[in-house]
Structures are given as C-alpha cells and as structure tokens.
C-alpha cells in the first residue's frame, strides 16, 4: 500500500471498488479541499494534477518567474536554400516537445520546482522518460570546468558538431535509486562544492537531437531533455509517488481518475484538492455501479475464491506439515505424542537478485528464511 495512513488507506480502497463512503470519511475528504488561490500562495511549487492536457499546458506556460530559461541551440542541415529555412523553422517552433525527440524550444527553470524527464537518458540507473524531480540547484559553470558533449548515437556522433555545456541542472529525486550511477560520477565535481552542491542531487546535462522537418532537411537541436512538471495529467501521474499533491477534482470525473490522482500522494496530509466552483464537495463517496466498477469487483472476488497456487505458497505448505514422532514416553500413564522440529535446507539461485529485490522482500517465505552465502 502506497499510503502510510490506514484511515486514508482504507478510503481509497473503497474508492478504487466503487464502495460507497462513510460520513466521517466524507468529511475527512472534504477537509482537504483548498482554494485555487490559497495554493498559489501556500503550496506554490507542489505537483498539480489535471484531467486535459489542456489545463496542463495553460499551468505549466506561467506558473511562476523564471530564474533562468533556456533557448534550445537550433541549427540546420540539409537545406539547398534559405527560404527553406526560413519556411521550416516557423513550422519548428510550432510542434510539440513529444515531436521534438523531448528537446523543448524554450525552457523556463525555478528552483524548487518539479521537472520530468522527456527522454531515456539511463535505464538502467533509473533516469527514464517520466521519471520527475525538483530542481535543486542551476550551476553556471567556468571556462575550466566546460565540457564536451557529443549526440546520443553514433550516427549523430559523426554529424555533430562539438557544443560547449555552460550550465548544469540539478535535480533531487524521490527514489534513491533514480540516478544513482550518475551521482557516483558526479561526487568528485560535487566534493569541490560542498557549499552549494549536494551528494544526493543528480546532474541533467544537455542533450542533442535531429528533428526532421521534412525532405533531407534537419534541426539538430540541443536542450536539457526535462520540461516543467509543476502540473502533469493524472494519467501522466501513475506510477508516480509524491509526497504533497494539488488535485484539480472535478465531480465529472470518472471514479477510476479519482482513485488513481488521491492514491499518487503517500499520505493525507499532503492532498490539497481543489475545484473550479469552490463549493468544496467531494461526489465520488456515494458508490458506483457503473459496469467498469461493476466488472473490476467481480473479478477480485473471482480472484479471491480462485487463488494461484505459487512456488511460496507450495513450500509455506510444506514447511507447516505436521510431522509427528512417536516417543516412548510416558506421563501419567498416558502415551505422549510430540511434535518434531524439522529442518529444511535449499539451493537458492541469486542471479539477479538486484533486479528481483523487491520481489523478494514481498515473499512472505524468503522474508523468514536464515541465508548462508559462500
């Protein structure tokens, strides 16, 4: 369970089954919600979560006063004309980061603030298209301590020229794990300035990129491949985990957007909702029987009579079978039957245990067991 407060936890249970509320948990509900302009003052850098893309875009394009921002570095190739060009770069600063490969045009960074993601920088470490986190630190750096980058491909390699990285962001993410490799190569730049840098910030630098634009001609575009997530989709939200969210509810919504935008916040006391109206009022506590709710309860109740037999619930079973050991022993005249402690050893494969982790720390089995590596 994501949430660390049962009453909540247990809310949103009832939620995601289309159960109808209580009263006291109605009212604990509604006792969240905030007014759109009590957030901008008091919660001004939390997550908003919207239903349209619509509502996203129009928050994210002035939320705040930029500290810094960031044109991308465009240039073309491919061309015969400059009429070409100038044709083609009107069309460029009209398409969509997701068109522009997640390079954005134009990037407005504020300290403080969440920034996604919008490419796969490292699978691996953990540093992947959605992954979000607040900007920490924007560092200017000096001559000495520019470098050189080159494209994300050997082909770009070879067609790119040599661009000079001026700034670093530093981004603080949720989850240890997130960046974690690149951190471990960052230290040494970190170590030389502990008074404004930190050990726990991962450095984003600056990537390149071709965007067609039709013909042989091509934008080679240079970014940081992050754009403002100060308000995101809810369905852009899952998967994700924070720890105070702005949830713009709407009683039009349908009960399955509701659970999954409450249940993104770890507990209670970070959910700030708010409406269009202000009337304050949550609609979402009376039940559904809407056929999609209707369909998710029976199949959990068919899962609940038909159970997967598992590799863990096999050697649970196992473990727990009554092995008893007659002894002749007697006590009061009567024959007494003891039960016998036994002892059960097994090969274990670790391979990959990293990647199973937390598969393993679920296993109500593996979670018990005494390991004895060589």
């Known amino acids: 369970m994501r949430q660390s407060d049962s009453t909540f936890s247990e809310i949103l249970t009832k939620i995601g089954n289309g159960e109808r509320l209580g009263t006291e948990q109605i009212a604990l509900i509604e006792s969240r919600f905030r007014s759109s302009a009590w957030c901008k003052v008091n919660v001004p850098a939390t997550v908003r979560l919207f239903h349209r893309n619509h509502d996203v875009d129009a928050y994210n394009n002035n939320p705040f006063i930029?500290?810094?921002?960031?044109?991308?570095?465009?240039?073309?190739?491919?061309?015969?004309?400059?009429?070409?060009?100038a044709t083609v770069r009107r069309n460029?600063?009209?398409?969509?980061?997701?068109?522009?490969?997640?390079?954005?045009?134009?990037?407005?960074?504020a300290v403080g603030y969440p920034y996604m993601i919008t490419m796969?920088?490292?699978v691996e470490d953990g540093l992947v298209n959605g992954a979000i986190g607040t900007l920490k630190y924007i560092e200017y750096l000096t001559e000495d301590e520019q470098v050189t980058i080159y494209g994300t491909t050997e082909e770009d390699v070879e067609s790119s020229t040599r661009i000079r990285k001026r700034v670093l962001l530093w981004l603080e993410f949720p989850n240890p794990s997130m960046g974690q490799l690149c951190r471990v190569k960052a230290k040494p730049h970190v170590m030389c300035k502990r008074d404004v840098l930190d050990l726990r910030w991962t450095p984003i630098v600056t990537r390149a990129d071709n965007i067609p634009l039709g013909g042989n001609i091509k934008n080679?575009?240079?970014?940081?491949?992050?754009?403002?997530?100060?308000?995101i989709t809810i369905h852009k939200s899952q998967g994700g985990t924070f720890d105070e969210v702005v949830f713009n509810y709407d009683k039009s919504q349908q009960i399955q957007l509701v659970y999954v935008a409450l249940s993104r916040v770890t507990s209670i006391d970070?959910?700030?909702l708010t409406n269009d109206k202000d009337d304050f009022k949550f609609y979402h506590g009376r039940g559904s029987t809407t056929p999609t709710?209707?369909?998710?309860?029976?199949?959990?109740?068919?899962?609940a009579n038909h159970r997967l037999p598992t590799l863990s619930m096999q050697a649970r079973a196992f473990c727990k079978r009554d092995v008893l050991a007659e002894r002749n022993e007697y006590q009061g005249g009567?024959?007494?039957?003891?039960?016998?402690?036994?002892?059960?050893?097994?090969?274990?494969?670790?391979?990959?245990?990293?990647?199973?982790?937390?598969?393993?720390e679920s296993d109500n089995i593996l979670t018990k067991l005494r390991l004895y590596g060589n």
């Open 66 to 85: 930029p500290e810094f921002e960031n044109i991308a570095d465009d240039k073309m190739i491919g061309y015969i004309t400059l009429t070409e060009v």
């Open 92 to 109: 460029l600063h009209k398409i969509s980061v997701v068109e522009s490969g997640g390079l954005p045009y134009s990037l407005k960074l």
């Open 120 to 122: 796969n920088l490292d």
């Open 220 to 231: 080679r575009r240079n970014q940081f491949p992050v754009v403002s997530a100060s308000a």
């Open 270 to 272: 970070g959910l700030y």
């Open 293 to 303: 709710v209707k369909d998710i309860r029976d199949e959990y109740d068919w899962m």
């Open 334 to 360: 009567y024959l007494r039957r003891r039960r016998q402690l036994i002892l059960i050893v097994s090969a274990f494969n670790a391979q990959s245990l990293v990647a199973h982790a937390r598969d393993i």
